[in-house]
């Protein structure tokens, strides 16, 4: 399995989008970015036809240690979720692609 990685995606823009390859990497640098700082504000970041990216909040609790048997107090923190639309899941299930406008 091959992996996505930035200097991919760049190269790609550079190829379809038609910008220098400097351009291309400083406009996905931008991108990523700026979604970044979104997500570190708690906005959520919605993609239409891929799907969402949120944080969320998750409680302190307790947890154990598997290989001692031992409790251990787990300290709140902030989680990325990601929530794929109908459009990516039925792409990956090699479905027909929903005709929705809500995701």
Not at 31 to 52: C, D, N
Not at 61 to 80: A, D, W
Request: net charge positive; proline share 5%.
């Amino acid at each position: 399995m091959n992996t996505v990685t930035r200097a991919h995606l760049a190269e790609r823009i550079y190829a379809q989008v038609g910008l220098s390859r400097n351009e291309s990497a400083d406009l996905l640098e931008h991108v990523l970015e700026r979604v970044a700082q979104a997500l570190e504000s708690g906005e959520s970041v919605k993609i239409s036809g891929f799907g969402t990216f949120s944080v969320r909040q998750k409680g302190r609790r307790i947890g154990r240690n598997p290989k001692t048997g031992v409790e251990v107090p787990i300290l709140p923190r902030r989680v990325l979720v990601f929530r794929p639309s109908q459009v990516l899941k039925a792409q990956i299930n090699g479905q027909a692609v929903p005709d929705t406008d809500d995701e």
